[in-house]
């Protein structure tokens, strides 16, 4: 299948575009309802000759034809006849990129002009190599840190916060308050002159709004509570002071004298340790290597919406190296021990490298997922709130689902959903960004995913690719049906749903259930070359691992790259998966994917169009990039270090690979360069016929998966079933778990989910089963502490 040589593109309610896809010149002919004939020479633009014409009203019909030059001669093509449609939308025949495959069905709706495409319109190549996503060429945002030859310089970014870190009476420090997104973000510069030999320390900080009372705190003290610090210092005698206000460029600079943000500034030039005595004249030196724990409130002054006073981040800072994520020793009761004092945590727990969060002390095992990355840098908090309310916000109403009354509604996502989608908001799917679970028999599964296919494995005509079982603007009569679990068969302890469609049951299906969302940014980040020194289609090496990538056309350029996210490995960024999450869960259309997705005996799809903008969808794919993860948890535990042994001695190891290294080439500065234990390989296994569909997608058949990552896998049962609180009042709540593992959410436990591989898992399962109980439990220990 080829390119179309031409043809003619409705772009909007009242307006249409003609093609000619050659740089020669080309003529068009048409007539409006019958009227007289135009002849206009077409204009060379994107590699063809375009002619829009605008003004024009529901059911007009264009009479066309083209005449233009070929390397024969000129050609003149038969008389077509084109209707437009009122709701603006493309009709069913449409070809937006010429390339023979109707928009509807067009997967990659970008084709450059000239590719060949296959039967999804993706253009086809030869070979075996994938164009990176980023190399020398990619244009990085600055430095979260770097040497100035003076100083050691690190700026980062902070949100306000309800209570203090390590305050597990309120558990109220890790979610979110009402409008998280507005005058509620800081940006901060650490000038480090101890790292080079200087005696103090220089932080400066930029508010979007002015505060009230200017509080740095720093040098833990935790004598009458865990919130309490040596050094409080207020914007008096020379301690914190307010520069100015205006705005802001990202390193600190003033460009404006208008504007709400403000800076503050605050020299540091002494050290005092967790028992430094406050009556004792004159302070400790700063030296490199002393730990610095601190945290910025932000208490605003008369803020225009929300409440006022907010506490911050507490971070720990060690002096000539930058921050850290920490953990506490000692007991805050025991005032002979260290009282709860921070100490950082061994990097070899650092899960997310340098985005890795400390441990959570708060209590509040449902929030685990959802906090912004430690080395957050200063350009992108403000752009990580501004996602997360993206994530939050209804595509119908446009309401959060926190706070609903307080935080209003958001315009821009108004009646976007639909007219077919799954569900209506990014966090119905993935609440709190973990995974679902498995609806009880009987419910509808509106938190999965069903591609469906015809029995050549085609779109379903009926459906399309994705199964949508809700209705927006169209009557709930034309729903494409639902899908719930009608049964589970169970077998030797080992479960397999059923499922049940209340339509017609598509001739191929595979079920997908919402996958937790951590990670996403760092998987972006590792290189092609990395993943694919792995690769070993044919078992060359003979270990029975036969890991393949999945290769995979860009939709933005049409090019050939590694298939990264997804079950099975199909979109090949961040961007493409949230683009395509929206398009299909959501029926929300983009640039990126223009058209909904729709069979081809449907109607009432809707029409191409951007409903998310770009800059909400960046904002996004930068809220889900930049998510901390939470380092691992008992690592000096025996048990966990036998557990860690036995993973890697009966093969788990070959396909979970425990550490990579991120390339020096991504944009975020937050992502390159780092070193993280992801424990996947992002290859596609054939993992064997009881965890097989009937569906492929690429390169991937029913039985292969991707590798799943496991960082998060032992705090992902609280995330999925949040708290409960049955004594009522503040500090009550506990955990209330939720089980659900592989990619239908079947496996009730970890050594459910070890049980259930086969295939190129099955040697690996086998070892499992024949371990001692000691060695069994250790193995479990081990990946519960991940």
Not at 506 to 517: G, N, T, W, Y
Not at 539 to 545: A, N, Y
Not at 555 to 568: C, I, N, Q, Y
Not at 629 to 638: G, L
């Amino acid at each position: 299948m080829v390119l179309q040589p031409y043809g003619i593109t409705q772009t909007s309610k009242s307006s249409v575009e003609f093609f000619v896809n050659t740089t020669d010149w080309a003529d068009v002919h048409y007539r409006i309802n019958g009227g007289g004939q135009q002849n206009v020479r077409m204009v060379v633009s994107g590699g063809r000759n375009t002619l829009s014409l605008d003004s024009l009203q529901n059911g007009d019909t264009v009479e066309y034809w083209f005449t233009y030059q070929t390397s024969s001669g000129a050609v003149d093509t038969s008389v077509k006849t084109f209707t437009l449609t009122g709701d603006g939308g493309t009709p069913p025949n449409a070809d937006s990129d010429g390339d023979g495959v109707p928009d509807t069905l067009d997967s990659c709706p970008n084709t450059p002009v000239g590719s060949s495409v296959d039967n999804q319109g993706c253009p086809i190549t030869s070979g075996s190599n994938v164009v990176p996503l980023y190399s020398a060429e990619t244009v990085l945002e600055q430095a979260i840190q770097f040497d100035r030859g003076d100083a050691l310089v690190t700026r980062f970014a902070d949100r306000g916060r309800d209570r203090h870190a390590k305050e597990d009476q309120f558990q109220s420090y890790d979610h979110y308050l009402s409008h998280y997104w507005t005058h509620r973000t800081a940006q901060f510069q650490f000038v480090d002159y101890v790292a080079k030999g200087g005696n103090s320390l220089e932080i400066t900080f930029i508010t979007e709004w002015p505060l009230d009372e200017r509080e740095f705190r720093a040098w833990y003290r935790g004598l009458n509570t865990v919130a309490e610090y040596h050094g409080n210092y207020f914007g008096v005698n020379g301690a914190v002071q307010e520069l100015d206000h205006g705005s802001y460029d990202h390193n600190f600079n003033k460009i404006s004298d208008s504007g709400t943000q403000h800076r503050y500034r605050l020299v540091i030039n002494d050290y005092r340790p967790l028992n430094w005595d406050p009556g004792q004249t004159g302070f400790l030196p700063l030296q490199v290597g002393q730990r610095m724990e601190f945290e910025a409130s932000q208490f605003l002054l008369a803020a225009p919406e929300g409440r006022d006073n907010y506490y911050g981040t507490t971070y720990l800072y060690v002096i000539g190296q930058g921050l850290v994520p920490w953990k506490t020793q000692g007991n805050f009761d025991d005032k002979g021990s260290q009282r709860e004092d921070s100490y950082p945590i061994a990097q070899s727990a650092w899960l997310g490298g340098g985005t890795t969060l400390p441990y959570n002390y708060t209590d509040e095992p449902d929030n685990h997922f959802m906090q912004m990355a430690t080395n957050l840098s200063n350009v992108n908090g403000q752009m990580f709130v501004e996602g997360r309310r993206v994530h939050h916000s209804s595509f119908v109403s446009g309401q959060h689902d926190e706070h609903g009354n307080e935080n209003g509604i958001f315009d821009a996502a108004v009646g976007k959903a639909g007219p077919h989608y799954i569900n209506q908001s990014c966090v119905s799917c993935h609440a709190r960004n973990g995974r679902a679970a498995p609806a009880a028999v009987g419910e509808p599964l509106n938190k999965w995913v069903f591609k469906v296919a015809d029995s050549n494995g085609n779109p379903d005509p009926l459906i399309g690719k994705v199964l949508q079982p809700s209705t927006f603007g169209i009557p709930s009569s034309e729903s494409e049906g639902s899908v719930i679990i009608s049964s589970w068969s169970d077998s030797n302890g080992l479960r397999k749903p059923n499922f049940q469609f209340s339509k017609t049951t598509p001739a191929k299906f595979s079920a997908r259930i919402a996958p937790q969302l951590v990670g996403m940014g760092l998987l972006e980040a590792i290189s092609e070359e990395t993943i694919l020194a792995r690769e070993d289609q044919n078992d060359l090496d003979g270990d029975g691992i036969s890991g393949k990538a999945n290769r995979i056309a860009d939709p933005e350029t049409g090019v050939t790259r590694l298939g990264r996210f997804g079950w099975k490995a199909t979109t090949v960024n961040l961007k493409h998966q949230v683009a395509s999450a929206f398009n299909t869960d959501m029926g929300v259309t983009s640039s990126l994917l223009p058209s909904p997705d729709c069979g081809s005996a449907q109607s009432n799809c809707g029409g191409s169009a951007v409903e998310v903008s770009d800059t909400d969808l960046d904002k996004l794919v930068k809220y889900l990039a930049l998510l901390g993860i939470r380092a691992q948890r008992d690592v000096e535990s025996a048990q966990v270090q036998q557990g860690k042994s036995v993973f890697a001695s009966i093969g788990c190891g070959q396909c979970h690979v425990d550490t990579m290294q991120t390339s020096a080439f991504h944009p975020f500065s937050e992502l390159r360069n780092q070193t993280i234990h992801p424990y996947t390989d992002l290859l596609l296994h054939d993992m064997g016929s009881g965890l097989a569909d009937t569906l492929s997608e690429g390169d991937a058949i029913g039985s292969e998966w991707r590798t799943t990552p496991l960082w998060g896998i032992g705090l992902s049962a609280c995330v999925t079933g949040g708290l409960d609180n049955i004594l009522g009042g503040q500090g009550n709540e506990f955990c209330t778990p939720q089980h659900s593992y592989l990619h239908d959410g079947r496996a009730r436990s970890l050594e459910e989910a070890i049980l259930w591989h086969g295939g190129e898992g099955q040697t690996a399962k086998v070892a499992f089963e024949m371990l001692g109980s000691s060695d069994k439990s250790a193995l479990l220990a081990f990946l519960n502490s991940l």
